[in-house]
């Protein structure tokens, strides 16, 4: 990582990331705790691109079957968790994916190959190229189209990224607070952890799975252990990992990966 002191008035400080192939922390999931450029990388969308996902439409509740298909899971998962894996035709998101104007054009020779995003996670045509060798139609892909401040589109082509493999996780009798989780973000609810890292079970069914997301939270991703490790071999940005050990509140800004179990 190298800092960047000439940026004014920013804070906190703008780190450039420098990829490298090591994998910092072992572990057997990888959540995705925001991205490499919080507080300084974001976007203005362009157009009228709806709301995803739309308010008051129960077509994309995980009970529809016509697009979202049941797994079957351990019976030990079978109190608090549900897995879906989304079918169906990608063209059914274009209306909630944005043209997208970025906010600051010494960013974009630094736009991570995978960044968290609303709607979609956002991933170069690098990652999406790893990801179809590695764990084919695991996920959706369909170009995003990024413009400057000037409104040039952008020479590097990325795209969004919708993971099929879904797990929704509610616990109404474990706390949040039940394990310390000293990262932030979607991945950080204390009793799912507590449950991925109690039963190996959990562990092995979600070990089947390449990368995994949450409920209808399409932005981020959860990476197995040896995609995570193939992402980094290919020297791919977007993919610090946390070092923060008790609080999630100390997590570095530029650290946009976590560990769980």
């Known amino acids: 990582m190298e800092p960047v ?8 400080p703008l780190v450039i990331e420098t990829p490298t192939p090591r994998v910092q922390k072992d572990a057997k999931f990888y959540p995705m705790m925001g991205g490499t450029l919080d507080g300084h990388l974001s976007y203005r969308k362009i157009g009228d691109a709806t709301y995803f996902p739309p308010i008051g439409d129960a077509s ?4 529809n079957a016509k ?13 608090h968790w549900r897995h879906k894996v989304l079918t169906i035709d990608p063209k059914e998101f274009q209306p909630f994916a944005p043209k997208l104007r970025v906010n600051n ?15 979609f996670m956002i991933v170069s045509e690098r990652v999406k190229i790893v990801i179809e060798e590695f764990a084919p ?20 082509p990325f795209y969004w990224c919708v993971v099929k493999n879904r797990l929704y996780y509610r616990n109404s009798t474990l706390g949040r607070s039940i394990v310390s989780v000293p990262f932030p973000g979607y991945f950080s609810d204390g009793g799912l952890v507590y449950e991925i890292e109690t039963y190996p079970e959990i562990q092995n069914h979600l070990d089947a799975l390449p990368l995994w997301g949450l409920g209808l939270r399409l932005g981020t991703a959860c990476f197995s252990q040896s995609l995570f490790k193939h992402l980094k071999s290919e020297l791919l940005t977007g993919l610090v990992e946390n070092t923060e050990t008790k609080f999630a509140s100390d997590r570095k800004p530029y650290e946009s990966i976590g560990h769980i179990a």
């Open 67 to 79: 697009r979202f298909r049941d797994v079957a899971i351990p019976a030990v998962m079978s109190a």
């Open 105 to 119: 054009d010494d960013l974009i020779e630094h736009l991570p190959d995978i960044h968290p995003w609303v709607p």
């Open 137 to 156: 139609n695991s996920a959706y892909f369909f170009p995003v189209e990024i413009f400057s401040q000037t409104s040039k589109p952008i020479e590097k």
């Open 60 to 63: 994309w509740h995980p009970t």
């Open 5 to 12: 002191s000439d940026m004014e008035e920013v804070q906190p």
